[in-house]
């Protein structure tokens, strides 16, 4: 499933399109995602003006002049494709792919939404597995919507600090990693980029979350947010079918230091360890036990 580098990376390819842009019409080819689509759904997006697009954890928030949010997830196969005649102000091929002779998009078994903007753009949103959805939700009572209401911190930003993850994991005994995957803890981490950074900061998975110390939480944090804003930087990670907006790959996974490396050398200089593979809630966890125990 595409974790929230991936997601942000997406958010930032489908902007410049969406953003400012009218929904001229929406076209529906089957009546469900992981859900069913909501009543009128076409209907109440066609006319619409983009007033921004968001992120909240790993879900896209599209905001909307009726004063309702269109909520997008990727699911785990999700991808969304913009088909553009021209792209002024932008630069082509970064997160565009150019429309075909028709002006449209080419068809898909697996392609179930289109956007039709008034500019004349389309965004396409395919799934193979339909796993994802979309929704609609009041924006005035958007935090208290099922989906948002019981989520976390942002990890981005500067709001994630040592002094905040004390206080999350204040007389915890639940292991670092699940306190980390904890979704009302922290917003959007998933297992690839927590196992990124208890690497970074030299921490167990296994330890108890409540056990940690002022510095240690501090070297988490920043651990965290680098790990996340490189792997934004490099365009996400390519695992799976994630893609780009406009088709290109994610370059992060080259730069992993643990996640799927079991057996190999543990990068941290003058550790000597390797980097094993065991089996945590379900997950699988890598780490370094000489540098992390």
């Known amino acids: 499933m595409p974790e929230l580098p991936e997601v942000e990376t997406v958010r930032r390819g489908l902007e410049p399109v969406m953003a400012g842009a009218t929904i001229a019409a929406v076209e529906l080819r089957?009546?469900?995602?992981?859900?069913p689509f909501p009543e009128d759904?076409?209907?109440?997006?066609?006319?619409?003006?983009?007033?921004?697009?968001?992120?909240?954890?790993?879900y896209l928030l599209a905001d909307l002049s009726s004063g309702e949010t269109l909520v997008m997830h990727l699911g785990m196969t999700g991808r969304f494709t913009i088909h553009a005649p021209d792209?002024?102000?932008?630069?082509?091929g970064v997160f565009y792919r150019q429309a075909t002779a028709a002006g449209a998009a080419a068809a898909s078994p697996h392609d179930h939404v289109l956007l039709h903007f008034a500019g004349g753009a389309t965004i396409v949103y395919s799934?193979?597995?339909r796993f994802g959805f979309m929704t609609l939700a009041p924006r005035a009572a958007l935090a208290e919507h099922p989906l948002f209401r019981r989520l976390g911190v942002e990890p981005l930003g500067d709001e994630l600090d040592g002094a905040l993850l004390l206080r999350l994991f204040a007389g915890r005994s639940a292991p670092l990693k699940a306190a980390l995957l904890d979704q009302r803890l922290i917003a959007g981490l998933g297992n690839i980029y927590v196992n990124e950074a208890l690497h970074r900061a030299g921490l167990s998975p296994f330890r108890k979350a409540g056990t940690l110390d002022a510095g240690e939480a501090e070297r988490l944090a920043a651990a965290i947010r680098a790990v996340l804003a490189e792997a934004v930087a490099a365009g996400g990670s390519t695992l799976?079918?994630?893609?780009?907006?406009?088709g290109a790959l994610g370059y992060f996974q080259h730069s992993f230091r643990v996640y799927d490396r079991a057996g190999a050398p543990c990068p941290t200089p003058g550790c000597g360890g390797a980097i094993r593979r065991d089996a945590q809630s379900g997950r699988s966890t890598f780490w370094c036990a000489a540098c992390q125990g």
């Open 30 to 35: 089957r009546p469900d995602l992981r859900f």
């Open 127 to 129: 799934d193979a597995r």
């Open 41 to 58: 759904f076409a209907a109440r997006l066609a006319g619409r003006r983009v007033l921004g697009l968001g992120r909240r954890a790993k």
């Open 87 to 92: 792209a002024p102000g932008h630069t082509p």
């Open 240 to 246: 799976s079918d994630f893609r780009h907006a406009d």
